[in-house]
């Protein structure tokens, strides 16, 4: 008998492309561009005060409490502005007792016999090496340490691109590249219509992963400071220092509105990537008879965009139909959807210490 070829996630998605009925000529995927690209401008305006603060409560956590023209008036008199910081001492706590009690697993076997927990057996030793070799423990306290101090974390479930690791990855991803749908109700995030993660990466690395991109990848090359990056998503107005005060306007005395204040000179030719994961709907052959909770069958597309074009897009290899990412929530706002730390409560009166200080 003639053994099956295995097929590839990249030859699985393909399949899935094809399956979908998806228009692939050039006018349509420049509309499904448009639409992603309104889709996170429209996100990144939503959430820029909230990305704004969050930025903030991280920085209080690091004892920088002080405006900048409160502490030159301070050296201007002979004083030091002094930080008695009381908010670390509690996420210090939190974040200890994240880490004393993180719990082990075990696959159980549904059904009764010897073969079934074999292969339970089995299923538990497999988990248990790809959490050892991604370090996943780790991985989720670095999640629990961004949702502590501002509010959210996230933790990336995919196949690896590195064949030199495990091939199914485990990590954490800053909250700081990821941009998500919070109109969405449930907090997994599985109504959620979009998730979109930004990376600034080295035009060799760009290169190296879309060698047949060239030209559209050095359309949109960068060599200018971080003052620059965003110049073309912001409408050109080339004055956002970074995502996080977007639609705030730019004020350089804030250093916590910042992605990375020390790579503010960065001279380095680079590009912004965003990948984007979105459910699409797909039509169904009969109409719902049941009501309008969930009429519709969706399917995850992903897509990796610059400002003006669409590198790759292809439909979700991924059988379970879900978002890779999961969300790490501390708290979020009822009204909103947006999250917020156990920091944000904590200000108040540690401003009050530090003016009183």
């Not at 006018?27 to 959430?47: C, D, T």
């Not at 909230?50 to 023209?69: C, S, V």
Request: glycine share 6%; charged share 30%; net charge negative.
């Amino acid at each position: 008998m003639k053994k099956p070829t295995a097929i590839t996630p990249e030859e699985k998605a393909n399949e899935l492309t094809a399956s979908s009925g998806l228009k692939m000529d050039a006018e349509s995927v420049r509309q499904r561009h448009e639409q992603r690209k309104a889709w996170f401008m429209g996100e990144a305006a939503r959430q820029a005060a909230n990305r704004a603060m969050m930025a903030r409560t991280e920085a209080f956590y690091d004892g920088e409490q002080w405006k900048h023209e409160d502490a030159e008036e301070l050296r201007a008199r002979g004083q030091r502005p002094v930080v008695y910081n009381e908010i670390k001492p509690t996420i210090d706590w939190l974040l200890g007792t994240e880490r004393r009690t993180r719990v082990d697993f075990i696959v159980v076997a549904e059904e009764p016999g010897p073969e079934a927990s074999e292969d339970a057996i089995n299923k538990t030793k497999l988990m248990k090496w790809l959490d050892a070799t991604n370090r996943a423990g780790f991985e989720r306290s670095h999640a629990a340490d961004d949702a502590f101090k501002g509010g959210l974390g996230w933790m990336e479930v995919g196949l690896r691109g590195d064949k030199n690791g495990p091939p199914i990855y485990i990590g954490a991803e800053s909250w700081r590249n990821i941009i998500y749908d919070s109109r969405a109700t449930k907090k997994d995030l599985s109504d959620a219509r979009y998730i979109f993660r930004i990376k600034v990466v080295d035009l060799d690395v760009a290169l190296a992963c879309f060698p047949d991109k060239e030209q559209q990848i050095r359309a949109c090359l960068q060599e200018g400071d971080d003052t620059k990056i965003f110049h073309d998503w912001m409408i050109g107005s080339g004055l956002i220092t970074s995502l996080d005060d977007f639609g705030m306007g730019s004020n350089n005395d804030l250093d916590y509105l910042m992605d990375s204040p020390v790579d503010l000179f960065n001279g380095r030719p680079r590009v912004m990537l965003l990948e984007c994961w979105s459910r699409i709907p797909v039509h169904n052959t009969e109409p719902n008879k049941y009501g309008i909770a969930d009429p519709i069958t969706y399917k995850v597309m992903c897509s990796i965009m610059t400002e003006k074009d669409t590198l790759i897009e292809a439909m979700s290899p991924f059988r379970h139909d879900r978002f890779p990412f999961i969300p790490v929530w501390a708290y979020r706002n009822k009204r909103t959807g947006l999250p917020y730390g156990p920091i944000w409560q904590l200000i108040g009166p540690q401003e009050w210490k530090v003016l009183v200080a």
